[in-house]
């Protein structure tokens, strides 16, 4: 039970509720246990002076009236001793002594037989004197009061009282009060173990479906999800795992459109190799028809080379493994050399080229032959898509320490749906490309570069065609 979660934090709530409950019982019954000392204590002397009283009046009546006083002092004394278990002793001017040792030796022989002579003597000279005491000898099964007043007539003292108990109704009140207290806490467990059973529960149901939905991603079922539900930590850690879920889901989707692909892409070369090359074995194509065949040959291979090739750059990208070698170079010059190596495509569907450049020269500080390369790919994607007599746009300006560079066609564009998706591998967000004979990996390559020299680059929405964008860090002499 303890090895989970559940256990573990059901025994912490169980356990911290306990250690308070126990502290809260100790710290209750040390208050009441204090506060009944105290009333008891009081109630004591408010005794002690009415029998004083008693006593102080007997000498100032007639013979009937004495009479009647001192029988009502006993019968208080004998209540006193009834309701407190206590021996009373009253001794007047006279050293006349009134006292109820012998009801209590019958009563409470133990205790009767306790009482230290040399002790209430002191006490009584004590109170004597005119002073009050006061005392209680606090033990761990009782407590014992003593309590001592003089009774004053004519401003003088004519006697005192003095008053010894044992502790009895008191420890059985003590006894109630603790057995109440522990029923409360027995009662309080209880309750405390239901509501940390129910957090707990609350807490942890939404772990144990994060872990069933693991085990199912584990499985390769990748469409579970969790409900965000309970505090608000597991119920972003929730949302976190949905959107991890979602990565991982897609990420798997494009696993397997990329196999698919990256198997479409190789077979069709090697399909249509096969078959030209069946055909001149098998004498199907003329002779006169070879030379023709064989430069078909020929492109496929190249097509088929140039697929492998980007496979390999953009997994060592992924990877890592290229280490880019940063210098400083113009970018304006760099985009006219990449323009002047596709001018065969360029004159070939009758393309415009239009440049803005804002200033010139512009240096920049990058990896010059990945950024070809990036060039490369945007100009052949956009060369691709624009029909005969189309026009494409290139631009270059500064914004704070970085060039952009932008290049925009009229070609057919992208829906603004694929926009988020255009850089994945053998993406298409059109049929038309499944006539292009390109790799499908430019987009993808263009990406892995541009994140390895930590910028951006974006598809950007435009109604009249597609729009690349891509920033370039300016070059400055701290740079070298």
Do not use: W
């Amino acid at each position: 039970m303890f090895r989970t979660l559940f256990g573990r934090l059901m025994a912490l709530f169980v356990a911290v509720i306990i250690v308070l409950l126990i502290m809260f019982s100790f710290i209750s019954y040390y208050i009441i246990r204090k506060t009944i000392i105290s009333d008891r204590m009081k109630a004591l002397k408010t005794e002690a002076r009415d029998i004083a009283n008693i006593a102080a009046n007997i000498d100032l009546r007639d013979y009937f009236q004495k009479s009647s006083l001192e029988n009502h002092l006993k019968y208080k004394i004998d209540s006193v001793q009834k309701e407190y278990g206590a021996y009373i002793i009253t001794v007047d001017k006279n050293g006349k002594i009134i006292d109820n040792l012998m009801g209590l030796y019958k009563e409470n022989y133990d205790f009767a037989r306790s009482l230290d002579g040399d002790k209430v003597y002191k006490a009584l000279l004590t109170i004597i004197s005119g002073k009050e005491i006061e005392s209680q000898d606090l033990k761990i099964d009782e407590v014992v009061f003593t309590v001592g007043v003089p009774f004053i007539q004519n401003n003088s003292v004519q006697g005192a009282v003095f008053i010894h108990t044992a502790e009895q109704k008191i420890k059985a009140e003590f006894t109630n009060i603790f057995l109440l207290l522990v029923g409360l806490f027995i009662v309080a467990v209880a309750l405390s173990g239901f509501v940390a059973a129910f957090f707990t529960k609350k807490l942890t149901d939404p772990l144990l479906s994060m872990e069933a939905a693991v085990t199912d991603f584990t499985n390769g079922k990748y469409s579970r999800r969790v409900e965000e539900v309970g505090t608000i930590e597991t119920t972003h850690l929730a949302k976190s795992f949905n959107i991890m879920a979602n990565k991982i889901e897609q990420t798997e989707k494009n696993r397997r459109e990329f196999v698919a692909n990256v198997s479409h892409e190789l077979r069709s070369p090697v399909t249509s190799i096969n078959g030209y090359i069946k055909g001149m074995l098998d004498k199907t194509i003329p002779e006169d028809k070879i030379n023709q065949y064989l430069c078909i040959v020929s492109e496929e291979t190249e097509r088929l080379t140039k697929l492998i090739e980007d496979l390999l750059t953009l997994s060592r990208l992924e990877k890592d493994k290229i280490i880019l070698d940063y210098e400083a170079f113009n970018i304006n010059e760099l985009i006219r050399r990449v323009i002047i190596t596709k001018i065969g495509v360029i004159e070939n569907k009758n393309i415009e080229i239009d440049t803005n450049f804002e200033n010139e020269p512009l240096m920049v500080y990058a990896d010059k032959n990945r950024i070809m390369q990036v060039l490369n790919n945007l100009l052949d994607n956009s060369a691709k898509f624009v029909d005969n007599n189309g026009c494409i746009n290139i631009s270059v300006k500064t914004s704070n320490d970085k060039a952009i560079i932008n290049f925009t066609d009229d070609g057919i564009g992208i829906k603004e749906e694929d926009l988020p998706f255009i850089f994945e591998r053998f993406y298409k967000h059109d049929k038309s490309r499944n006539v292009d004979k390109g790799t499908g990996l430019g987009l993808s390559i263009c990406k892995q570069i541009m994140e390895l020299h930590n910028e951006k680059i974006s598809a950007l929405k435009n109604d009249n065609g597609a729009s690349f964008e891509f920033s370039l860090q300016l070059f400055n002499k701290t740079q070298i």
